[in-house]
């Protein structure tokens, strides 16, 4: 597995996550700023370059970004556990804020399908997972929590396994979870030797995970792990 840098952007504040805006050429870019606080920045991609067309300063700093629901709204995690709905055409203020964790929101992932209401699943420090339902995104629709909530979950990822949705988990001390969200049930954990820092399913039923130390693929069916040497 080898990669290529196609653009270098620099960047006046420290990123921690990054989404493409679905079928477009635009990313959104959160960090946290010099001062303490936090960056939402939103670049469209023109030629070989990244031109800035809007940013925003929050008052925490932001972990995680998802790009959610037919308007396309960005969905944010700070370091406060507070998630946040912002416009993209219009950031000057969040449509909603919620309390959502009791910790900082490591990771959120978004489903945006058809003829399914559009959902984001977020996890934190606190050891809980949380969906929501961006319809009414007051108030979690399920709370799943850990055996022992003393690990804090890295990473989090939604997904498809024979028709059922699913969430794959990471932690912070190599456990991968399957949770059945329709069957309200776990399908399977597998272990790696280190933190997982992303979870992501592919079209070919496997679970693509990167760690603290390198990357392996995860067969969704039998939690069967299978390492990647990376150049």
Known sequence: ???????????????????????????????????????????????????????????????????????????????????QTWDPQQLANPITSVKGHEGIINCLDSLNCKGEPAEIATVSRDGNIKVWDMRQPTKAVMTISSKNNTRDIWAIAFGWVRGNKVI???????????????????????????GICSVDFDEEGNLLVSTVVGVCVIDIESGKINHVKVK
């Open 168 to 194: 794959a988990v990471g932690y912070e001390d190599g456990v991968v979870q399957l949770f059945d969200v329709d069957g309200s049930q776990y399908v399977w954990e597998a272990k790696v030797k280190s």
């Open 1 to 83: 597995m080898k990669g290529e840098c196609l653009i270098t952007q620099n960047l006046s504040f420290m990123p921690y996550d990054l989404k493409w805006f679905p079928c477009s050429a635009r990313v959104c870019v959160v960090g946290s700023t010099k001062e303490g606080t936090g960056r939402i920045a939103i670049y469209q991609l023109s030629k070989k370059e990244l031109v800035l067309k809007g940013e925003i300063n929050s008052t925490q700093p932001i972990r995680c970004v998802a790009i959610t629901g037919h308007e396309r709204h960005i969905v944010t995690g700070d370091f406060e556990g507070v998630i």
